[in-house]
Structure formats: C-alpha cells, structure tokens
C-alpha cells in the first residue's frame, strides 16, 4: 500500500512538474508580453482552525494541526512549480487580531478570524483560495475526501470536481463523493467571490484513515494530488 501510495506520489510529480513547466513557459510568455504576471498571487491556501480552536480531534491528532501540515506541503510543491501562493496562517493560530479591528475579542475571537481569512482572500482578487480542514462524524464508518464549493463564483465547483476527480484518480479510487455547494453554514463559502474551495481531507473519526493522516508522507501525497488539480484548474483558466 505505502509503495503504491509512493509510485503514484512519484508519477504525479513528473506529471506535475511537466504541467507546470509549460504553465511557466505560458507565463515567461505574457510577462514579456505585458509584464504583468510578476508576484501575482494565484492560490491563497487556507489552514483551517489554529491556537485556541483545534477543530475537530481523534486518534491523538488535532484537526489543526493536519491542516498546517497538509497546507504547508501545498505552498512548498506549488511555490517550487513558480505558482505564487499565500497562506492565511503559517503557526499554531486564530487570526481575529491580525487587522487590530478591535481591543478586545472575548466572545468575538471566531467571527473576527474567519472575517479575517475572508480579508485576506479578498486582497488576492485573481487568486483562488483553498481551505484544508478535517472531517468527524460521530459513526466511525465513513471515511474520504470531499470537497465543498462556494455557489458565488461559476469556476468553484470547476475546481472543486478537478481536486475531488484528482484525488479519486490518484489516491482513493473506492472514493465514489460527489462535490458539494455550501449553503450559509459554511461562512467562507457562503461569502466569498473569488473560486473557492474548502476541502474536508479525511475524516479523523474513522480509524484507518485518521492513522493515514497522522502519517507524513501520506499528508505530502495528498498535498500532491491537490496541487496537482489545483494546477489543472489554473491551467485551463488561464488557456480559457
Ligand atoms: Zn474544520
């Protein structure tokens, strides 16, 4: 299982890294051309939860912290393919005072971070945003990504069948879930109006695959596979 998990890591890499070299190349194009592409961020990725909100917990792993894990090989694999990305948070977190909008937050500390993640999405209009969380569900059954799209932009539920095809090709060929549109629950989603995503890796209330997830070289495959879809999505966006 690890040396299939690690053959398919492999062959998506070359993939990945012929995709972005003609994505490169298509750039080196349109900068010569109006050198207008330099520093323009193309993906903010999105570390769900942080610092006093772990979200959800199981098998000794915190939601949170998978999510840095998982969202910091994202950043690594796309910004060594020239895909410039930002992340919303780089340590263990909440982000309701990084505007200082307020002197005090007791009680406020949720609504003014995800405020905040929603800002930050907001000041990369051309970029699509990516938000990594972890699944729980109360019967230990269920298991496998699913990706969540926003209903404001056209192109989210593009991206959003793209990772959730990528990561059934690749790494859960029993996966059979569809993409799902987020209603008002999910605030992000529901607000936000640039291509956005939220994706609920894996669930930590399932033994087998919270222990994957708990592992750092499945977390990079994963990582992988997502870049790789978010690649394609770009690509096609850009050729569009
Ligand atoms: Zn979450």
């Given at each position: 299982?690890?040396?299939?998990?690690?053959?398919?890591?492999?062959?998506?890499?070359?993939?990945?890294?012929?995709?972005?070299?003609?994505?490169?190349?298509?750039?080196?194009?349109?900068?010569?051309?109006?050198?207008?592409?330099?520093?323009?961020?193309?993906?903010?990725?999105?570390?769900?939860?942080?610092?006093?909100?772990?979200?959800?917990?199981?098998?000794?792993?915190?939601?949170?912290?998978?999510?840095?894990?998982?969202?910091?090989?994202?950043?690594?694999?796309?910004?060594?393919?020239?895909?410039?990305?930002?992340?919303?948070?780089?340590?263990?977190?909440?982000?309701?005072?990084?505007?200082?909008?307020?002197?005090?937050?007791?009680?406020?500390?949720?609504?003014?971070?995800?405020?905040?993640?929603?800002?930050?999405?907001?000041?990369?209009?051309?970029?699509?945003?990516?938000?990594?969380?972890?699944?729980?569900?109360?019967?230990?059954?269920?298991?496998?990504?699913?990706v969540?799209?926003?209903?404001?932009?056209?192109s989210?539920r593009t991206l959003a069948d793209t990772v959730q095809s990528t990561v059934?090709?690749?790494?859960?060929?029993?996966?059979?879930?569809?993409t799902?549109?987020?209603?008002?629950?999910?605030?992000?989603?529901?607000?936000?109006?640039?291509?956005?995503i939220?994706?609920?890796?894996?669930?930590?209330?399932?033994?087998?695959?919270?222990?994957?997830?708990?592992?750092?070289?499945?977390?990079?495959?994963?990582?992988?596979?997502m870049?790789e879809a978010v690649m394609e999505f770009l690509?096609g966006?850009?050729?569009?």
């Amino acid at each position: 299982m690890r040396f299939i998990a690690f053959a398919a890591a492999v062959t998506l890499l070359c993939l990945f890294l012929g995709r972005a070299a003609i994505m490169l190349t298509a750039r080196r194009g349109a900068d010569r051309d109006a050198n207008a592409d330099e520093g323009r961020v193309r993906v903010v990725i999105d570390a769900g939860h942080g610092g006093e909100d772990g979200g959800t917990s199981g098998g000794g792993l915190t939601e949170k912290d998978v999510n840095l894990a998982v969202a910091e090989s994202m950043y690594d694999i796309l910004s060594a393919a020239g895909v410039e990305c930002v992340m919303t948070r780089t340590d263990d977190r909440l982000l309701y005072d990084k505007y200082g909008d307020l002197s005090d937050y007791t009680g406020r500390k949720k609504v003014y971070d995800l405020r905040n993640r929603l800002r930050i999405a907001e000041e990369h209009e051309d970029a699509v945003f990516v938000s990594v969380h972890m699944n729980y569900f109360a019967s230990k059954k269920y298991s496998g990504l699913q990706v969540w799209y926003s209903p404001n932009d056209a192109s989210s539920r593009t991206l959003a069948d793209t990772v959730q095809s990528t990561v059934r090709k690749y790494l859960q060929p029993d996966n059979d879930r569809e993409t799902k549109r987020a209603g008002s629950a999910i605030y992000l989603l529901d607000r936000i109006r640039t291509p956005a995503i939220l994706v609920e890796c894996g669930f930590l209330s399932n033994d087998e695959e919270c222990k994957r997830l708990g592992d750092s070289d499945y977390r990079r495959s994963l990582a992988l596979v997502m870049s790789e879809a978010v690649m394609e999505f770009l690509c096609g966006r850009d050729s569009a």
